[in-house]
């Protein structure tokens, strides 16, 4: 399964705000559905921001970040035109990435 | 001869299927090489051994900014940011951010580089009323902020 990501980039003075909007359920493994089956984890287990191909920021979540997340970080330098990528991995072996240029 | 011929096959087959699989690890592998996921964290049941798994007990650090609704509707959707000033404590390496009555109370922690700025939004899932942490961690030593925040649904519903 691979998600899209909807990710923006803009210059802000000397720093690069980085929004990004993932689309996965973040589910905990502990609830149940209607039939009282327990619904299987299924949660991002690491994201990862790039500005080109240098990391900026390295995440490890767990269960307890929201479904659909929301991530925001700023990193120093970067300029208009660069590219910005959010890649993610979940604990099932999906993955998702999004890219945008900062503006 | 056929059986030669078959074997041929099924070699260049399995030559094949590793080169796919080293691609697909290799891919992540890139990224993820430096990182390494704080497992012990993440299972640990009771706030206090979520703070022992990550290290020493944090002293309180007036530079971290932690931003959290005093009031949330919704448990499952929590905003929270944590914001270090470089200045009052330099040197920040990793963020976390933890929720006391969750039943895995570390959430989420970040990795940052030299040259970002410690400057962290996401939202999490909190269970209950309850406090919720930021621990950062500078030069080998933790240092944290925390919130208390009302709910007034619960966050299991996902």
């Known amino acids: 399964m691979a998600g899209r990501i909807k990710i923006r980039a803009q210059k802000k003075g000397v720093v690069t705000e980085v929004k990004a909007l993932m689309r996965h359920p973040m589910e905990t493994g502990m609830r149940k559905d209607q039939a009282g089956e327990p619904i299987p984890a299924h949660f991002i287990t690491q994201v990862s921001v790039l500005h080109g191909e240098q990391p900026v920021m390295q995440g490890h979540w767990g269960a307890a970040v929201s479904a659909n997340p929301f991530l925001g970080v700023r990193f120093a330098g970067g300029e208009p035109g660069d590219t910005v990528r959010v890649v993610w991995t979940d604990n099932q072996g999906g993955t998702g990435e999004g890219e945008t240029t900062i503006r | ?158």
């Open chain 2, 1 to 158: 001869m056929t059986t030669i011929h078959a074997k041929g096959i099924s070699r260049r087959g399995w030559l094949r299927w590793a080169a796919i699989l080293a691609a697909a690890a290799g891919l992540p592998g890139r990224v993820w090489a430096a990182m390494a996921r704080p497992e012990a964290a993440f299972g640990a049941t009771a706030l206090d051994e979520a703070m022992a798994a990550l290290g020493d007990t944090p002293q309180v650090h007036e530079g971290i900014q932690f931003t959290t609704p005093d009031i949330a509707e919704n448990g499952a959707v929590v905003p929270v940011r944590v914001e270090v000033d470089s200045e009052a404590l330099p040197n920040v390496s990793k963020v976390s951010v933890l929720v006391e009555m969750n039943p895995n109370p570390l959430a989420a922690s970040f990795d940052i580089p030299p040259g970002t700025e410690v400057f962290i939004e996401t939202r999490v899932k909190v269970a209950q009323t309850c406090t919720l942490y930021a621990v950062a961690e500078a030069d080998g030593q933790l240092y944290m902020q925390s919130r208390e925040t009302k709910v007034t649904l619960g966050g299991c519903g996902g």
